[in-house]
């Protein structure tokens, strides 16, 4: 037989430690099991074989174990058997009337044997970060200590992706791991194509929320029926500042990851619906706002009127406000004409994109108003809405 690697990786109720260990012949690994079938232990042997080559492939497993562990009750499990059989099996298994189970990735999920201790799972390397995650997790969910043994070929023979899966399996040893194993995971495959095959990219590089972003402004722009325009930078929506405190105190959410959680979900929020639905949230949860978060969601929602004009960022403050347009901006040109030619005294338009406008700004309630009756007024004109409007009057 040829002389694989052996991965032992040790978990234990509420711990998981890992631990390597090198064996140099796959029977000395398979002798490991004496010890456990004498403790009355339960085990799986999982072999990734496909399923066109299962009766050929577990049928010599199993004898094999049977020679080594003479003391075991053995029994095998795999696709192709009839569901009564498959069911069968699993009961027995279950039930314990034998205590070692030969079979294949079948029991990826959907498995809960508190008293299954041990699992070794023959050419690891050719599994998943994924499934390898969800087979070591079918042993150990009870108080026993469990094992679960990563047989591979040499290092030497195996493939960079396949280690470095290995590598990311034995390193997580803390609970939660799961997310961390998928963050992983995409370093290692790529992100890939979004409907094709391929298994290709540097998510890595740029970090999973821009490439989420950037994938979202693509389907979006498709859906347009657009061109995505991949060499754009991402535009975070217009820039608002009207010289007040526009935040979620520190006494109002002590914890910081909370208090991040909640900035995401506020710059997030797409419609006024999910903004007053929000609100509610925040309020059931950690009380009565405070004025610098009214601030923020009423800043946010401005945000949203200016975000489809083309508006890219509005000050205002003291006696004056400036509105700024970004080159694709979406307003009605004949209201901004009259807004000039009846207050050229309060508006002026400067350099093609900027709107100035004057008044007495002191109070923060003005400010709001002000900016909210601009932007309702600068809105695009719908003319079909209008039409309607003149046929039902």
């Given at each position: 037989?040829?002389?694989?690697?052996?991965?032992?990786?040790?978990?234990?109720?509420?711990?998981?430690?890992?631990?390597h260990?090198?064996?140099?012949r796959?029977?000395d690994g398979?002798?490991?099991?004496?010890?456990?079938?004498?403790e009355?232990?339960e085990?799986?042997?999982m072999?990734?074989?496909?399923?066109?080559?299962?009766?050929?492939q577990?049928?010599?497993?199993?004898?094999?174990?049977a020679?080594?562990v003479?003391?075991?009750?053995?029994?095998?499990?795999h696709g192709?058997?009839?569901?009564?059989?498959?069911?069968?099996?699993?009961?027995?298994f279950?039930?314990?009337?034998f205590?070692?189970?030969?079979?294949?990735?079948?029991?990826?999920?959907g498995?809960?044997?508190p008293?299954?201790n041990?699992?070794?799972?023959?050419?690891?390397?050719?599994?998943?970060?994924?499934q390898?995650?969800?087979?070591?997790?079918?042993?150990?969910r009870?108080?026993?200590?469990?094992?679960?043994y990563?047989l591979?070929p040499p290092?030497?023979?195996?493939?960079?992706?396949?280690?470095k899966?290995l590598?990311?399996?034995?390193?997580m040893e803390?609970l939660?791991?799961?997310?961390t194993l998928a963050?992983h995971?995409?370093?290692?495959r790529?992100?890939g194509?979004?409907?094709?095959?391929?298994?290709?990219?540097q998510?890595?590089?740029?970090?999973?929320?821009?490439?989420?972003?950037l994938?979202?402004?693509?389907?979006?722009?498709l859906?347009?029926?657009?061109?995505?325009?991949?060499?754009?930078?991402?535009?975070?929506?217009?820039?608002?500042?009207?010289?007040?405190?526009?935040?979620?105190?520190?006494?109002?959410?002590?914890?910081v990851h909370?208090r991040?959680?909640m900035?995401?979900?506020?710059?997030?929020?797409?419609?006024?619906?999910?903004?007053?639905?929000?609100?509610?949230?925040?309020?059931?949860?950690?009380?009565?706002?405070?004025a610098?978060?009214?601030?923020l969601?009423?800043?946010?929602a401005l945000?949203?009127?200016?975000?489809?004009?083309?508006v890219?960022k509005i000050?205002?403050?003291?006696?004056?406000?400036?509105?700024?347009?970004?080159?694709?901006?979406a307003?009605?040109t004949?209201?901004?004409?009259?807004?000039?030619q009846?207050?050229?005294?309060?508006?002026?338009?400067?350099g093609g994109n900027?709107?100035?406008?004057?008044?007495?700004f002191?109070?923060?309630?003005?400010?709001f108003?002000?900016?909210a009756?601009?932007?309702?007024?600068?809105?695009?004109?719908?003319?079909?809405?209008?039409?309607q409007?003149?046929r039902t009057?």
């Amino acid at each position: 037989m040829a002389a694989p690697g052996f991965w032992d990786d040790q978990q234990q109720a509420a711990r998981i430690s890992t631990e390597h260990a090198r064996v140099t012949r796959r029977l000395d690994g398979y002798r490991r099991l004496s010890g456990e079938v004498e403790e009355a232990a339960e085990l799986f042997e999982m072999d990734p074989s496909l399923e066109n080559e299962l009766r050929e492939q577990l049928a010599p497993i199993a004898a094999e174990l049977a020679r080594i562990v003479p003391e075991a009750g053995i029994g095998v499990a795999h696709g192709q058997m009839p569901e009564r059989e498959l069911e069968r099996v699993m009961l027995d298994f279950y039930h314990r009337r034998f205590n070692l189970l030969v079979c294949t990735t079948i029991i990826e999920s959907g498995i809960d044997i508190p008293t299954a201790n041990t699992i070794i799972i023959n050419r690891a390397d050719k599994l998943g970060l994924a499934q390898l995650h969800q087979l070591r997790g079918r042993v150990g969910r009870s108080h026993h200590r469990a094992y679960a043994y990563l047989l591979t070929p040499p290092r030497k023979t195996m493939t960079p992706d396949a280690v470095k899966r290995l590598e990311a399996i034995a390193s997580m040893e803390e609970l939660g791991a799961g997310f961390t194993l998928a963050t992983h995971d995409l370093e290692i495959r790529g992100a890939g194509e979004l409907l094709g095959d391929e298994q290709s990219g540097q998510i890595h590089e740029i970090g999973y929320t821009l490439y989420s972003d950037l994938l979202a402004r693509a389907v979006k722009a498709l859906r347009e029926g657009r061109r995505p325009e991949l060499e754009k930078p991402l535009h975070q929506g217009p820039e608002i500042d009207l010289m007040m405190p526009a935040l979620i105190p520190d006494d109002y959410i002590p914890d910081v990851h909370t208090r991040l959680v909640m900035y995401k979900r506020i710059a997030s929020a797409a419609t006024d619906e999910e903004l007053r639905e929000l609100q509610v949230e925040m309020i059931d949860r950690f009380g009565l706002l405070p004025a610098p978060l009214k601030n923020l969601f009423r800043m946010t929602a401005l945000k949203q009127t200016a975000a489809p004009m083309g508006v890219t960022k509005i000050e205002v403050g003291g006696q004056e406000g400036r509105m700024l347009f970004g080159q694709e901006a979406a307003i009605d040109t004949q209201k901004l004409v009259e807004l000039l030619q009846r207050q050229p005294g309060r508006y002026r338009f400067e350099g093609g994109n900027k709107l100035r406008f004057g008044g007495n700004f002191e109070q923060e309630e003005t400010r709001f108003a002000t900016v909210a009756e601009l932007l309702s007024t600068l809105a695009p004109h719908d003319e079909n809405q209008d039409e309607q409007t003149t046929r039902t009057t």
